[in-house]
């Protein structure tokens, strides 16, 4: 089974509408980190949260992670067809006495003009 | 901004050939990964270093080597390329500390014909 799930698998919306991504995990996660993606590149880091109730922004894109800390949403505000892509969550989730870094599947986000 | 870079970008070559991806990094990270991506599925992690000299095997079984003589450069080398090895390939770096995020490079598409 997955150990970090993404919902949803894909998204279509007008471009100007808001939209949320969730990633969630099974274990407590110890570092969330969010990716975007443009079909056949590198991932771009876009940003990092580390504690419960943490949110942070990055021009029209939002990402909190929840007091539990097992899970993640990425907010966007009013998308644009640049916010179209991949998007990625990266978390540090505990193995053997250390971590180990993982990625989810991804949701691949289009945004109509 | 993020300096990581690979070459090349794409490479097709035929079947039983020698390959080796290249991988440099000017931020003087310890850590660097190797990733293989298929079009539109998730990361695979296949290879890792956390240091020069040091070398593991990631989640996913390859047939590649890796070394990592210096610290800004990671190759990968297939010593005899097969159809089954087409793919993305991606590189990425991280600093010190357990919770700093990965950054990537664009990537290598390899199809071996």
């Known amino acids: 089974s997955q150990e970090l799930e993404q919902s949803p698998q894909s998204l279509i919306v007008q471009e100007g509408k808001n939209l949320t991504i969730n990633c969630t995990s099974s274990?407590?996660?110890?570092?969330l980190y969010w990716y975007k993606q443009k079909y056949g590149e590198g991932l771009i880091f876009l940003m990092m949260l580390q504690k419960g109730g943490e949110e942070k922004s990055h021009e029209k894109i939002t990402a909190k992670l929840d007091e539990k800390k097992q899970q993640s949403s990425l907010h966007i505000t009013a998308s644009q067809p640049s916010h179209a892509g991949i998007y990625l969550c990266g978390a540090l989730l505990p193995k053997s006495g250390t971590y180990k870094y993982i990625f989810g599947t991804g949701t691949r986000l289009k945004v109509l003009a | 901004e993020a300096d990581i870079y690979q070459t090349p970008r794409y490479l097709v070559i035929g079947t039983g050939k020698k390959i080796t991806l290249e991988c440099s990094q000017t931020m003087g990270h310890d850590k660097m990964y190797w990733y293989q991506q298929d079009p539109g599925m998730e990361l695979h992690l296949i290879h890792y270093?956390?240091?020069?000299?040091?070398?593991e095997k990631g989640d996913l079984s390859s047939e590649s080597t890796v070394s990592r003589i210096r610290t800004e450069h990671f190759p990968l080398t297939l010593e005899s390329a097969r159809p089954s090895h087409t793919s993305q390939y991606l590189c990425?770096?991280?600093?010190?500390?357990?919770?700093?995020?990965?950054?990537f490079g664009d990537g290598t598409r390899l199809s071996i014909l």
């Open positions: 270093s956390y240091g020069v000299n040091s070398t």
């Open positions: 990425a770096s991280s600093g010190r500390g357990v919770f700093q995020p990965q950054h």
């Open positions: 274990k407590t996660l110890y570092g």
